[in-house]
């Protein structure tokens, strides 16, 4: 199979470069993939703070065309920015993906058009996975998808309350879609993968580190119409999702509780912060990403 020559060096720039570089977004943007990938191999870039040295030596033992092999192996599909379902509201982003896998049904792509983000702690306290839950119901029987990113606690609690409703979740992963991380998500990911759909801005055997959760962080902000934050620590990886939300104009909310739970005080951080609206509802959620939304 011949592949196009921007696929191919799309391919072969997604497999050198990790994801989330806005120096290297904006070279793709102005140079366009193939010429940045020539540039690379010729040597032309030199700056260590990018690590140009180290991809252009990648690239010199990749080729497309076994890059996307590795892809259909893991039953895996790749889309890049010149893909007719490529989500658009990813292009809002400063450092906009070279591509992404998606595992699933990729017509299911078409619904993350209308979509909620629900994040929040690993560790959520019985309430917080039950909102968590229910706000991902509501939001399914409204026809509307639901993203997160696969981590045990709220992330997880969201994606099942979106699969019992029998609507379609999207999980965004921190590693490739062959490694199963967290490995006690196999079946949800199982799940999720026949009645959703799994994206990764990685290689499938590419193992999640912390880097790579807060660069996937800013692809679930950026795909919904907005981002609510159920249960988070003072310090907390969703606050992270909330912040970036914010940078590209996406409403954040964020779920109250408690003033003495620790698992909430993320979430009064938010809205203290005015970073965040405070929402007890879905319908509340629905006035502030559709004004014009009814119930």
Not at 79 to 86: A, H, K, L, V
Not at 143 to 150: C, L, T
């Amino acid at each position: 199979m011949t592949l196009a020559p921007e696929l191919t060096a799309r391919l072969e720039l997604f497999a050198a470069i990790e994801g989330g570089s806005k120096y290297w977004s904006n070279e793709i943007d102005i140079h366009g993939p193939i010429e940045v990938r020539d540039r690379l191999r010729a040597g032309v870039y030199t700056d260590a703070k990018h690590s140009s040295v180290r991809i252009s030596e990648r690239l010199l033992s990749l080729l497309g065309e076994e890059v996307l092999a590795e892809i259909e192996r893991a039953h895996g599909e790749f889309i890049t920015p010149e893909s007719s379902d490529w989500p658009e509201p990813l292009n809002d982003l400063a450092a906009i993906p070279i591509g992404l896998i998606i595992r699933g049904h990729r017509e299911n792509v078409q619904y993350l058009t209308q979509s909620i983000s629900i994040v929040g702690t690993r560790n959520p306290t019985n309430y917080g996975a039950t909102i968590a839950s229910d706000f991902a119901a509501g939001f399914v029987d409204r026809d509307w998808a639901v993203i997160s990113g696969g981590a045990y606690g709220i992330d997880a609690a969201a994606h099942r309350g979106a699969l019992l409703a029998e609507g379609v979740t999207c999980a965004v992963l921190a590693g490739g879609i062959s490694k199963n991380y967290p490995s006690g998500h196999e079946r949800l990911f199982e799940e999720i993968t026949h009645d959703g759909i799994l994206i990764s801005e990685v290689m499938p055997q590419v193992p999640a580190i912390p880097v790579r959760f807060l660069t996937r962080n800013r692809i679930i902000a950026a795909l919904s119409k907005g981002t609510v934050v159920v249960e988070a620590a003072f310090r907390s990886g969703s606050l992270r999702t909330a912040r970036d939300a914010a940078e590209i104009f996406r409403p954040v909310m964020a779920v109250p509780g408690p003033i003495n739970s620790p698992t909430s005080e993320g979430c009064h951080r938010l809205v203290g912060e005015r970073l965040a609206e405070l929402v007890t509802s879905v319908p509340d959620i629905l006035e502030l990403v559709m004004p014009m939304a009814t119930e």
